[in-house]
């Protein structure tokens, strides 16, 4: 459910302006950055189709300060996706997810194939901006380190199930299943 709305029963013509509420930022950044267009047309292109700006200097513009807002630069705008590291490029897609001023956005295992330098930067990074945009992130990840470190609420699952669920501190301080205990116990030692 979305604002009380089953999302699974979205007709056709709600999508679009639906997938302009939620975005997603995956694991692999450059798997999910297209090779053959450069980073201003992957920043520009999405709010092209959702109607943002008036014109292409004007998402330009809008590109630029994304991509500045993020940590990077207005002359990586021309550059392709295989020219930057991991993190640069898990941040042209927060930029790329952010292009179109979602309100909520699902990570999936964003930092995982980042180094933990890199790692910790990418989080801040994302803490900065849940506070800056009011934004609602799902977090799905297998590292409680991250998780404890960006986490407000945490639904640990087995299965496919949920087996707990509880604020940060309550999953951390307080386990109450045995899964969740022997969890932490294996990863947090």
């Not at 501190?169 to 386990?175: D, K, L, S, V, W």
């Amino acid at each position: 459910l979305w604002d009380g709305k089953d999302i699974a029963q979205i007709n056709v013509s709600e999508l679009l302006s639906f997938r302009k509420k939620m975005q997603i930022i995956v694991q692999a950044p450059y798997a999910s950055l297209n090779p053959r267009l450069t980073i201003e047309q992957t920043l520009t292109e999405p709010m092209k189709v959702h109607g943002i700006g008036a014109n292409h200097t004007e998402r330009s513009h809008l590109a630029i300060e994304l991509l500045e807002e993020v940590g990077l630069e207005s002359n990586h705008m021309k550059r392709y996706p295989h020219e930057f590291s991991g993190g640069q490029r898990q941040r042209i897609a927060i930029a790329r997810a952010l292009v179109l001023k979602p309100r909520f956005i699902l990570l999936d295992e964003p930092t995982s194939s980042l180094d933990r330098t890199v790692q910790f930067q990418v989080l801040e990074l994302l803490k900065e901006l849940q506070k800056k945009y009011g934004l609602t992130y799902l977090f799905i990840s297998h590292d409680l380190k991250v998780i404890q470190a960006l986490c407000h609420r945490i639904l640990v699952m087995k299965d496919g199930k949920v087996v707990e669920e509880g604020t940060s501190g309550e999953i951390f301080q307080n386990p109450q299943t045995p899964y969740t205990r022997e969890l932490l116990e294996a990863v947090l030692e």
